[in-house]
């Protein structure tokens, strides 16, 4: 896994962590193993509006992405305070990297991998080292574009092919990345002028270039 060393700001754990699940038993489960490790008073709330919490969360999303955005939880991830530590769980299909882009330049935050049998003993080292504001984030959730042009990218046009390959309108990059519409018209440009993608009208090159992303 990827750890950053901890960052100025972090909020200290006086606060017991509140567990937002989308199963309850599965946040039950999750809940005893934390009091067992040091975390007494922990809570489980089922399918809760978060975004207003000043208290360490531990998130598990539904696994699937139409239940992920059905359920408005990429809506609630993004609006999550950006001084809250927080472990969210979650299958490597749901773009919840995407969701935290913000939260992962200022908070400690750790993306684990719900697939993963050894993912629950994990949790309650990811959540002490956010709460240092540190950052752990399973290498599934760190992009990989799976073409040898991306190696040409520059930072700022990995960040927009990032969004764009989640589904996010030029005009959302835009409001995500704070940038105008018209620099994100050019980053795109040059992500498919790199990607080899020409402007052929039978073929939508969003669709692909996102395609190859996922890959």
């Known amino acids: 896994m990827k750890r950053e060393s901890g960052r100025d700001g972090a909020i200290s754990a006086a606060a017991p962590p509140l567990i937002v699940s989308w199963d309850p038993l599965a946040g039950e489960l999750f809940r005893g193993h934390l009091e ?118 520059t930072p700022a046009e990995l960040r927009v092919y990032e969004l764009l390959a989640y589904g996010r309108s030029n005009k959302g990059i835009a409001a995500e990345l704070f940038l105008s519409e018209r620099t994100v018209e050019v980053h795109v440009r040059k992500i498919f002028s790199k990607m080899s993608l020409s402007d052929d009208r039978s073929m939508n090159r969003r669709v692909v270039a996102a395609s190859l992303f996922q890959r």
């Open 36 to 153: 067992a490790e040091g975390f007494p008073g922990t809570a489980v709330v089922a399918d809760h509006d978060f975004a207003e919490s000043s208290t360490p969360l531990v998130v598990l999303p539904p696994p699937s992405y139409a239940e992920y955005l059905g359920g408005a939880w990429d809506t609630r991830l993004r609006g999550v305070p950006l001084d809250v530590p927080i472990v969210v769980l979650a299958r490597p299909t749901v773009p919840v990297r995407a969701a935290l882009q913000l939260n992962l330049r200022k908070s400690g935050v750790a993306l684990l991998d719900a697939g993963r049998a050894s993912t629950v003993a994990a949790v309650p080292s990811a959540l002490r080292m956010s709460l240092e504001g540190g950052q752990v984030i399973d290498p599934l959730f760190i992009p990989s574009t799976g073409v040898q042009t991306s190696s040409e990218l």
